[in-house]
């Protein structure tokens, strides 16, 4: 088991910052992908980024591109997502998830591990 934990969502305006957290108590992240994924009210999940253990990235989604942006500190065992200029087609649960592969593989809803997520609001 990779016990996934998501923080730092929350509301904020339109045209604000959040900062989201994804950790694994007692798990090396070190030498594993890592992806971000969310899923808005009455929409199926998407993959919204994901950092190799490279620290190379990729974005998934064209609306986050020059927004969003992922990170790791291995240091600290947590992969970032920092998330500005927000808008409400934002708003959803924003989820962390690996297959523990090392590379970023396309975003999927059958990666083994995943975190129970954290809500970002943004409202319109």
């Known amino acids: 088991q990779v016990p996934l934990v998501e923080s730092g969502g929350g509301s904020v305006h339109p045209g604000g910052s959040l900062r989201l957290s994804c950790t694994a108590s007692?798990?090396?992240?070190?030498?594993?992908?890592v992806g971000w994924f969310r899923q808005a009210p009455g929409k199926e999940r998407e993959g919204v980024a994901c950092?190799?253990?490279?620290?190379?990235?990729?974005y998934y989604i064209d609306s986050v591109k020059g927004r969003f942006t992922i990170s790791r500190d291995d240091a600290e065992n947590t992969i970032y997502l920092q998330m500005n200029s927000l808008k409400p087609e934002d708003t959803a649960g924003y989820y962390c998830?690996?297959?523990?592969?090392?590379?970023?593989?396309?975003?999927?809803?059958?990666?083994?591990?995943w975190g129970k997520g954290t809500l970002v609001i943004v409202p319109s």
């Open positions: 998830a690996t297959d523990l592969l090392d590379y970023c593989t396309h975003p999927s809803d059958e990666m083994p591990y």
């Open positions: 007692g798990f090396t992240l070190e030498y594993h992908a």
């Open positions: 950092i190799d253990k490279y620290h190379a990235s990729t």
